[in-house]
């Protein structure tokens, strides 16, 4: 226990002696370590190609579980020795999403200002489920989320300020608990009836989402109790985006069926290609029905920043809740997926519980917010500082820059796949994501095509399966999701000539 | 835009310049400045107590939200600028949850290590949702939550490597989270009804907890549409326990109503008084009725590292599911709330949705975790590290010698309350919460003393209420909770000479 020590204040007891405690002193030491471990790592990923490690990661499933002792240590362990093991057993196992070549999923980016955020949320150590537990976590929360809502153009009734204390934004720590959060504020504000059991067959409440929807909304309603059975999966057009048509045709047939259509969500660039879903179509549908209207641009809400492509959002005035995750695609690290709200009073109509020991009496007269019950966990960490932090770095302006600059290389990138007459795009794209495939190759050689890239090292891919073509055939799809932080236009060149190289 | 400068590698095109990001090199000076602040910061609150900050914070409502711009900045500012905000407009509105004189809620303490493993998974920000994305993730996670369960006496049938694939842990967020996981497993496990429609009243499914758990359990089921209504509160006995006789009673009267008992949550130290449910009798209660038994011992839990501790979960092998959190009284810094199951087939089961997109043939095979699959989120972020950080830092060694000495203060400040004759313990005492009452006041007049307390700054007292005496009234009580990092003796004896001095 060679680095136990005391705290370098506030101890006096023998017995207090035993708890070996790192000293303040040696946590400025292994701080600063940690910051340049950190501020090291960021420079190898984007140093010379042959410094940087292979972008996923290459290790047996078990690997990293077996090279870990089978029991904990009874004594303490020099930190020296928790150190050496980060670069020795837990690096080989790490997949590399900061990395310039990681063009995988949706990007979950990060930036210096964030981290020095979560630096200092962690080491405040407050939690924020009632106001009073710690008000600056919940008043900065309500303030930083009427910025955001400001530089990404979303009506002023989502906010806190504007919206006479009906409306406002709140940090989840996903779009999945964001949609959930959606899905049972809706069901609350559903005309009341039972579930039905399966013999009598009763009245259900039905969701709509579109068959390119993230799995989340599925999932919500798996959670909720509402049934997986009762989400229709709506059709979508050849760009793949939600068939509002069909959405009212459905919902029509539920009706005359005596079910009880109650929650829309529609997406702002699905997960597989990014598609947009007719926001005005389904909003004017559901404010017409008395359906709950959410919008999930977990991705694509970043983009909102820069006014041009605000139109993917024309007509979200008519929504209830609208979500996208600054740590996707705003260097906010994970977990920052921000809501936003026009009808709070549903939300903490499905979520508030109140026993003796959580009483807020300031809650009760209306002056505070309690956001433990607008989410469904309790707890909750000081979140909203990276995201003051990303936002006062960046101002509106870096923002915008920064999304800019990975759609301009988007557009390169779909540019050079549309000139080798090899490949063929799929889907519609309109930010960072470019989906294609082998024109002529079967499924499995695209899929082939994609694994050969992945084994280089040097990128990252992830794929897809979406109807292509007229015949919207389900064809297997390369995805290359440009996001990461310090994304180069020489690392979407290099890219590209992995790809067309590798075929 | 004084700090805007580039990365200090890996960006060569005139349009990336644009975009502000702070080089690695300001990191690097911010970052060791933020390690400073935080080691000043938890340096302050060990201090001597003039240099204390009051425990609660002392702002208006609204206060900090009002002094925040009401427009975020089009430009980026300097760190300066930034960072001159945490002291000036922040930490009048943070409550000290780190500070010795914190003795509220329960704890959610922190340690150096921990801030150690959470930097590094700020850091790092990879996604663990499938093995793939990050295997060391998943596989520390593993491993770590194995190591835990050895740490603290948890039978084999609840570990990866134990339990022949049919157990595990799994870091969730919150004690809620684990707690809607598990409800979600039972509801899955549990013969196939349809919930009731009002009009015909069908079979249910019932859940049952104790009057005094934790309000997640509802919250639970208000979240599953298992409804509130189908929540049974049984009573408790004089030690505010779980009365397991009346459980059953319940348990058969709902029998014979035609519902379905398909859930039982015990508490191993509840959140108003720190009561032990009888685990064991609950356990062969829920093995003979086929219902699922959920442990929560969101706080206790951490106190089983001590083996003189573990007679409070005597009968635990019978348990489906069992859930801690180590972000509580296990300095493992917020979120880390461990579930561990015996049955992870009917929580993958509960929660697996399988979107082309996201399919991992490894795991189809059954060679790998994919966590996504345990919980209600599709992200999180490598929250492993720091708690295999603690566990190596301080030991089985360090980790019992923390416990005891707080079990030993809260020993010690119950002999002072009850060697006073104006005040009454209430409960039964067995970790580090101990409430007390004024022996002959009125509530009014108890409320009004913590109320004083409080004010006074140099503590934080929270309150229940509880049933008390033979009469078993309900009245107003005071908690004293003992666990923050480096409470010392010295703290809990100016705790009561500020109440014993404030009546």
């Given at each position: 226990?060679?680095?136990?020590?005391?705290?370098?204040?506030?101890?006096?007891?023998?017995?207090?002696?035993?708890?070996?405690?790192?000293?303040?002193?040696?946590?400025?030491?292994?701080?600063?370590?940690?910051?340049?471990?950190?501020?090291?790592?960021?420079?190898?990923?984007?140093?010379?190609?042959?410094?940087?490690?292979?972008v996923?990661?290459?290790?047996?499933?078990?690997?990293?579980?077996?090279?870990?002792?089978?029991?904990?240590?009874?004594?303490?362990?020099?930190?020296?020795?928790?150190?050496?093991?980060?670069?020795?057993?837990?690096?080989?196992?790490?997949?590399?999403?900061?990395?310039?070549g990681f063009f995988g999923?949706?990007?979950?980016?990060?930036?210096?200002?964030?981290?020095?955020?979560?630096?200092?949320?962690?080491?405040?150590?407050?939690?924020?489920?009632?106001?009073?537990?710690?008000?600056?976590?919940?008043?900065?929360?309500?303030?930083?989320?009427?910025?955001?809502?400001?530089?990404?153009?979303?009506?002023?009734?989502?906010?806190?300020?504007?919206?006479?204390?009906?409306?406002?934004?709140?940090?989840?720590?996903?779009?999945?608990?964001?949609?959930?959060?959606?899905?049972?504020?809706?069901?609350?504000?559903?005309?009341?009836?039972?579930?039905?059991?399966?013999?009598?067959?009763?009245?259900?409440?039905?969701?709509?989402?579109?068959?390119?929807?993230?799995?989340?909304?599925?999932?919500?309603?798996?959670?909720?109790?509402?049934?997986?059975?009762?989400?229709?999966?709506?059709?979508?057009?050849?760009?793949?985006?939600?068939?509002?048509?069909?959405?009212?045709?459905?919902?029509?047939?539920?009706?005359?069926?005596?079910?009880?259509?109650?929650?829309?969500?529609?997406?702002?660039?699905?997960?597989?290609?990014?598609?947009?879903?007719?926001?005005?179509?389904?909003?004017?549908?559901?404010?017409?029905?008395?359906?709950?209207?959410?919008?999930?641009?977990?991705?694509?809400?970043?983009?909102?920043?820069?006014?041009?492509?605000?139109?993917?959002?024309?007509?979200?005035?008519?929504?209830?809740?609208?979500?996208?995750?600054?740590?996707?695609?705003?260097?906010?690290?994970?977990?920052?997926?921000?809501?936003?709200?026009?009808?709070?009073?549903?939300?903490?109509?499905?979520?508030?519980?109140?026993?003796?020991?959580?009483?807020?009496?300031?809650?009760?007269?209306?002056?505070?917010?309690?956001?433990?019950?607008?989410?469904?966990?309790?707890?909750?960490?000081?979140?909203?500082?990276?995201?003051?932090?990303?936002?006062?770095?960046?101002?509106?302006?870096?923002?915008?820059?920064?999304?800019?600059?990975?759609?301009?290389?988007?557009?390169?990138?779909?540019?050079?796949?549309?000139?080798?007459?090899?490949?063929?795009?799929?889907?519609?794209?309109?930010?960072?994501?470019?989906?294609?495939?082998?024109?002529?190759?079967?499924?499995?050689?695209?899929?082939?095509?994609?694994?050969?890239?992945?084994?280089?090292?040097?990128i990252l891919l992830t794929?897809?399966?979406?109807?292509?073509?007229?015949?919207?055939?389900?064809?297997?799809?390369?995805r290359v999701s440009i996001g990461s932080?310090?994304v180069?236009?020489?690392?979407?060149?290099?890219a590209?000539?992995?790809?067309?190289?590798?075929?």
């Open positions: 226990m060679t680095t136990a020590q005391e705290p370098s204040q506030g101890s006096s007891e023998a017995s207090h002696r035993a708890v070996p405690h790192m000293s303040t002193d040696e946590f400025r030491r292994r701080g600063k370590e940690m910051v340049d471990w950190i501020a090291d790592y960021i420079d190898r990923l984007n140093g010379p190609g042959t410094e940087r490690p292979p996923m990661a290459q290790v047996e499933p078990g690997q990293v579980y077996r090279s870990l002792p089978v029991h904990p240590p009874s004594e303490g362990e020099p930190w020296e020795a928790i150190a050496a093991d980060i670069d020795r057993l837990v690096m080989p196992g790490v997949t590399h999403w900061q990395s310039p999923y949706f990007p979950a980016n990060t930036c210096f200002p964030a981290l020095l955020g979560d630096m200092l949320s962690s080491g405040l150590g407050v939690q924020g489920f009632l106001w009073h537990t710690c008000p600056s976590l919940t008043e900065v929360e309500m303030r930083v989320t009427d910025w955001l809502a400001q530089l990404i153009g979303l009506p002023a009734s989502f906010t806190i300020e504007g919206s006479d204390k009906r409306g406002g934004g709140v940090i989840q720590s996903t779009a999945s608990d964001a949609a959930l959060v959606a899905m049972l504020a809706a069901r609350e504000r559903a005309p009341s009836i039972g579930a039905p059991t399966p013999t009598t067959g009763g009245p259900r409440l039905i969701a709509y989402t579109s068959t390119q929807a993230h799995s989340s909304i599925v999932k919500a309603a798996m959670i909720s109790g509402v049934g997986r059975d009762n989400v229709r999966l709506i059709d979508t057009d050849e760009d793949l985006a939600m068939d509002a048509s069909q959405l009212a045709r459905q919902v029509r047939a539920d009706r005359d069926a005596g079910h009880v259509p109650f929650f829309v969500s529609s997406t702002v660039g699905t997960t597989s290609t990014g598609a947009i879903d007719p926001v005005r179509t389904i909003g004017e549908l559901t404010q017409r029905e008395g359906m709950w209207h959410h919008i999930d641009a977990a991705y694509a809400g970043s983009a909102l920043v820069c006014e041009e492509f605000r139109w993917m959002v024309d007509g979200w005035e008519l929504a209830d809740t609208f979500n996208f995750n600054p740590h996707k695609w705003m260097m906010t690290n994970f977990d920052c997926s921000v809501l936003w709200t026009r009808d709070r009073e549903s939300i903490t109509g499905a979520l508030s519980i109140t026993p003796e020991y959580l009483r807020n009496r300031a809650s009760d007269e209306g002056l505070v917010i309690d956001y433990r019950d607008w989410q469904a966990p309790l707890g909750r960490r000081f979140r909203a500082l990276k995201l003051w932090f990303v936002i006062r770095h960046y101002g509106a302006d870096g923002l915008k820059a920064f999304i800019r600059e990975h759609v301009r290389l988007a557009a390169l990138f779909a540019e050079l796949v549309g000139d080798d007459h090899r490949f063929e795009l799929v889907g519609k794209r309109e930010l960072g994501l470019v989906c294609f495939r082998l024109r002529d190759g079967s499924d499995e050689e695209t899929k082939a095509l994609m694994q050969r890239c992945n084994d280089t090292g040097r794929h897809t399966v979406v109807p292509v073509g007229p015949a919207r055939e389900e064809r297997f799809v390369i932080t310090y180069t236009e020489q690392a979407v060149r290099d590209w000539d992995v790809i067309s190289g590798t075929v």
